[in-house]
C-alpha cells in the first residue's frame, strides 16, 4: 500500500547541485513531517531534512544552508535541492515520514556521489 520512491541522484562534482523527489503513495504528504534521511557507507542512516505539516523545516548541520527540502502536495512529492555538494554527502538518500506509529517501510532510496 504504501509506496516511496526516490529518484534524481547521480554522480556530481564536488561544488555541483542535484534536486532529488520523493513521489509517495498510501501517504498523504500535506498530512504529515516528512524528512529525508541518507545512509553513507559504514554509517548509520541519519535524518537530514525535516519539514513540518505547517511547512516549518529542520536540517542538521551538516547540510544547513546547503541543502533544501520542499513538497507540492498536488502531486504528493517532497523534494530536496543539495547545493554545494561535497564528497561526505555521499550516500543513498531515502524520503520518508518523521513520525512513526508502527513499522517503517523504506524505499530502495537514489545513490548520490560526489567526486573531488
Known amino acids: 500500500q504504501v509506496q516511496l520512491v526516490e529518484s534524481g541522484g547521480g554522480l556530481v562534482q564536488a561544488g555541483g547541485s542535484l534536486r532529488l523527489s520523493c513521489k509517495a503513495s498510501g501517504i498523504i504528504v500535506s498530512f504529515n513531517d516528512m524528512g529525508w534521511y541518507r545512509q553513507a557507507p559504514g554509517k548509520q542512516r541519519e535524518l537530514v531534512a525535516r519539514?513540518?505539516?505547517?511547512?516549518?523545516?529542520n536540517y542538521a548541520d551538516s547540510v544547513k544552508g546547503r541543502f533544501t527540502i520542499s513538497r507540492d502536495n498536488a502531486k504528493n512529492m517532497v523534494y530536496l535541492q543539495m547545493n554545494s555538494l561535497k564528497p561526505e554527502d555521499t550516500a543513498v538518500y531515502y524520503c520518508?515520514?518523521?513520525?512513526?506509529?508502527?513499522?517503517?517501510?523504506w524505499g530502495q532510496g537514489t545513490q548520490v556521489t560526489v567526486s573531488s
Open positions: 520518508n515520514k518523521y513520525w512513526h506509529s508502527g513499522s517503517v517501510y
Open positions: 519539514i513540518t505539516s505547517f511547512g516549518n523545516t
